[in-house]
Each structure stands twice: as structure tokens, then as C-alpha cells.
């Protein structure tokens, strides 16, 4: 299933050229264009998912099991001080390109990035309603 309009379709099965680090027959892993740290990169499914919800159970595990390999490589080839990995669902969550990919960051020290969010300070009331609406 590729999508004709979907430049990670192309990038993925080979169309357009990447800095690949790792294919087989269900994913491409390359660089980013775009890094947030030396390293930084992508690990794009060959078949086209816009996002989490979309994806099947099983390349969903495959996914992570890829992301570990990967995070092991990329950490002793490096020499990273550590490790983000980060996916984003929907525009308001910062997807830019929609075709499902999992974001590689190596960290080090001092790189200057900042990864994360504003700490909210929630009630236990809070935290059991919205428990209670998960749930
Ligand atoms: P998102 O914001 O959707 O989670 O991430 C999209 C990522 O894709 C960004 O980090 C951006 O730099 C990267 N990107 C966008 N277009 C291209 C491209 O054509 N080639 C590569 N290698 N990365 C891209
Ligand atoms: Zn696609």
C-alpha cells in the first residue's frame, strides 16, 4: 500500500534517494534532513500508515524491536550520551509529514536541544476523572 502523493512512499521504497542506515523488506531507517542532533533519524515503514492509529499490531512491534537495534548501533558508533526516541500523531502533536515515522535522536551533552514539556500540577481528584474517562 503506497500512496502516490506521499514523499516518505517515495523516500521509503527507494524513488527518491536517502542516507540510508538500514533496510529490509518492511522498513528504510535514514537520516534526517532536518536533525535536531548529529544522527538524528527515521525509521519509515515501506507501506504507507499516516500514523500510529493506522498502524498494524504487528509492524507496531516491529517497529520498536527495529528502534532498539538501532538505538544500540547508532549510541556505540556515535558515541552518544543517550537517547530519544519520539513520534508525533496529528498536526497539533507536530506531524509535519504523514506517513507514520519514528523519530532516532542521539543526545549529548550539552547539545543544546530540549525535548519535553511544561510539567502540569494536577489534583489526585484530576488525575482519577481522567482516569476514569481512559479507563
Ligand atoms: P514530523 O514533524 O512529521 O514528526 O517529522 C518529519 C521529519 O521529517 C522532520 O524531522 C523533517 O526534518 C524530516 N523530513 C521532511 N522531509 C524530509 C525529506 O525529504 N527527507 C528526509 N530525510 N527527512 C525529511
Ligand atoms: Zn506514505
Not at 7 to 12: E, G, L, V, Y
Not at 71 to 88: I, P, S
Not at 105 to 120: F, L, V
Amino acid at each position: 500500500m503506497k500512496n502516490d502523493n506521499c514523499i516518505f512512499c517515495k523516500i521509503a521504497n527507494g524513488e527518491i534517494p536517502s542516507k540510508t542506515l538500514y533496510e529490509d523488506e518492511d522498513f528504510r531507517v535514514i537520516l534526517d534532513l532536518g536533525p535536531a542532533t548529529k544522527g538524528h533519524a527515521l525509521i519509515l515503514p515501506k507501506d504507507h500508515f499516516a500514523n500510529l492509529y493506522e498502524l498494524p499490531d504487528e509492524t507496531a512491534a516491529k517497529v520498536m524491536q527495529l528502534a532498539k537495534k538501532m538505538a544500540t548501533q547508532m549510541t556505540e558508533k556515535l558515541v552518544c550520551d543517550g537517547f530519544n526516541l519520539v513520534q508525533n500523531n496529528g498536526e497539533v502533536a507536530g506531524q509535519t509529514v504523514f506517513h507514520f515515522h519514528l523519530h532516532l535522536i542521539p543526545r549529548y551533552e550539552n547539545d543544546g536541544q530540549k525535548i519535553g514539556w511544561n510539567p502540569g500540577s494536577p489534583s489526585q481528584d484530576e488525575l482519577e476523572e481522567i482516569k476514569n474517562t481512559i479507563v
